[in-house]
């Protein structure tokens, strides 16, 4: 598929750390290159063990650096100069030791440095033993900067340097160059992780009966499979529907508003990205009794108490993801939806107008969306269509956003 691949012009900063598939980024260097890139790279005191930087400079007919305080190299673009000039930093191998570093934000060498320094989307490539990869410090690390945005790009499963067979070996220089040229098409979240909720939730009112509402869930799957096909890592919590599993990475069925809760928050954090589809009841019954309701008394009341919000809950997280709510009204569609902007503190809605033949339990829908300072409207379509409509859209506001912070 490389062969399609243009990066024509684009600025690559290759970072590479010392790992044995170091010699994996020689070639990397090269279908960069090949593609058009502009490449310089950075590599670690590690990695210059286990491959030298003048067979980087022979590929990338440029000087590579190593030090970060190098007298040579800082006269030819300095370290601040050379963070503004990439246009990506991409770190392959990266190892367990980087992935740590990056977490913490340490800048101890010419690499951290410049990662610390740069505006510019951060892509890595891991590489490591398979137990290294496992340990809860490397995951909950992967975890800590795929939240912030940092994608990865595998590790794949297979043999290792090590002599072990497991998840860690570097994914192939093919599958990165197409993970980097990912960043320049429109929409695309490669490598990032996002959570959905979607569907109604039912509370319970005795072991057999239960308020719920018209949910179907197409619209929140919808967004998922299109969340997935953009390139990302995708997290569905659903509540019951009559939808087949969607291709997701983690499908998580719950119940009740209650349960939506805690599926949510104990995943939040960890994402990038948090689409609230679901169709959360807004109050449930008191308490429901152990046993069935008889038909005893001629009328009945259900007291109910109002659940909590999980899409605000999200969004006052201190390390919130990039939150997403939906609005599904039947009049003042936008002042209503902004006024929820601002009092959920989201990131961004998506509005419909509901009971004109759109919305709950349609096939199509239209959207109207909205963020701080700015408006869109995706116009009526398929479901799936305009998932991925909505997608383009929140992986563009989901950039600004980062670039600004
Ligand atoms: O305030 P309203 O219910 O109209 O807001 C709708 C949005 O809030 C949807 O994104 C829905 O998923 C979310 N929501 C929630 N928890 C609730 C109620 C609504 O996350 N308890």
């Known amino acids: 598929m490389t062969h399609q691949i243009t990066l024509q012009n684009k600025r690559i900063l290759l970072g590479v750390t010392g790992g044995v598939a170091a010699y994996k980024a020689a070639e990397l260097a090269r279908l960069l290159c090949g593609a058009g890139a502009q490449v310089r790279v950075v590599m670690s005191g590690g990695a210059t063990a286990f491959i030298a930087p003048l067979t980087f400079q022979a590929l990338t007919r440029q000087p590579v650096a190593t030090e970060l305080l190098d007298s040579g190299q800082e006269a030819v673009m300095n370290h601040i100069e050379l963070a503004r000039w990439a246009e990506a930093v991409l770190i392959a191998p990266a ?46 690390n992967a975890r800590v900067l795929q939240a912030r945005g940092v994608r990865l790009i595998g590790p794949e499963a297979g043999d290792l340097a090590c002599g072990e067979v497991g998840l860690g070996r570097m994914a192939a220089p093919e599958a990165v160059v197409e993970a980097l040229a990912g960043l320049w098409q429109p929409g695309c979240l490669a490598g990032l992780s996002v959570l959905v909720s979607a569907g109604p939730t039912r509370e319970a009112i005795d072991p057999v009966r239960f308020l719920s509402n018209r949910s179907s869930g197409k619209m929140g799957y919808a967004v998922a499979e299109a969340a997935r096909a953009a390139g990302a890592r995708v997290c569905l919590v659903s509540g019951p529907t009559a939808l087949p599993p969607p291709a997701v990475d983690e499908y998580v069925v719950v119940e009740s508003a209650a349960e939506m809760m805690q599926a949510v928050m104990a995943r939040a954090a960890a994402h990038a990205i948090y689409i609230g589809a679901a169709a959360v009841a807004d109050y449930a019954p008191q308490q429901a009794g152990p046993g069935k309701i008889k038909k005893t008394a001629a009328t009945l009341s259900l007291e109910l108490h109002k659940t909590q919000d999980i899409l605000a809950a999200v969004a006052a997280l201190p390390d919130k993801p990039f939150t997403v709510g939906f609005a599904a009204e039947t009049h003042d569609l936008e002042n209503y939806a902004r006024a929820k902007l601002s009092a959920k503190n989201l990131d961004m809605v998506a509005a419909n107008w509901v009971g004109q033949n759109l919305g709950f339990d349609r096939d199509e829908n239209a959207l109207e969306v909205y963020w701080p300072g700015g408006h869109r409207q995706l116009p009526t379509a398929p479901k799936p269509a305009l998932a991925a409509d909505l997608l383009r859209l929140i992986a563009e506001r989901f950039a600004v956003q980062t670039m600004k912070n």
Do not use: F, I, Y
């Open 95 to 140: 190892t367990a030791h980087c992935l740590a570093k990056l977490r913490l934000g340490l800048a101890d060498d010419l690499l951290s440095t410049l990662c610390l320094a740069t505006v510019a989307p951060l892509l890595l490539a891991p590489a490591m033993n398979s137990a290294m990869w496992a340990n809860p410090a490397t995951q909950e």
